[in-house]
């Protein structure tokens, strides 16, 4: 069983930071890729940076130079360095992992989301 756990969500004013981190537990034999995704209100769920087991990051054109996307392979976890926030970043932030469990193929793994609401 994995399961994927998220903190570091919360309110925050506009131009404030935040930091996410997602920890990945469970029989992980292996990590092939870590990102974090979003989804507001009435909108689909959206990439918002992802990183690889070589450290190879993309992210969003609407968060570019403003999130860093960072990941600790000894645990499992990925974090996500929000700063100069603005108010249509508010959303559920994903975690997600590509992932394989002893015994199974690579496979995609997903948090409960935490909320991040921006406003002043």
């Known amino acids: 069983q994995v399961q994927l756990v998220e903190s570091g969500g919360g309110l925050v004013q506009p131009g404030g930071s935040l930091r996410l981190s997602c920890a990945a537990s469970?029989?992980?034999?292996?990590?092939?890729?870590m990102a974090w995704y979003r989804q507001a209100p009435g909108k689909q769920r959206e990439l918002v940076a992802s990183?690889?087991?070589?450290?190879?990051?993309n992210y969003a054109d609407s968060v570019k130079g403003r999130f860093t996307i960072s990941r600790d392979n000894a645990k499992n976890t990925v974090y996500l360095q929000m700063n100069s926030l603005k108010p249509e970043d508010t959303a559920v932030y994903y975690c997600?992992?590509?992932?394989?469990?002893?015994?199974?193929?690579?496979?995609?793994?997903w948090g409960q989301g935490t909320q991040v609401t921006v406003s002043s």
């Open positions: 990183t690889t087991s070589g450290r190879i990051t």
């Open positions: 469970g029989s992980i034999t292996s990590v092939r890729s």
């Open positions: 997600n992992a590509d992932l394989r469990v002893v015994g199974w193929s690579y496979t995609q793994y």
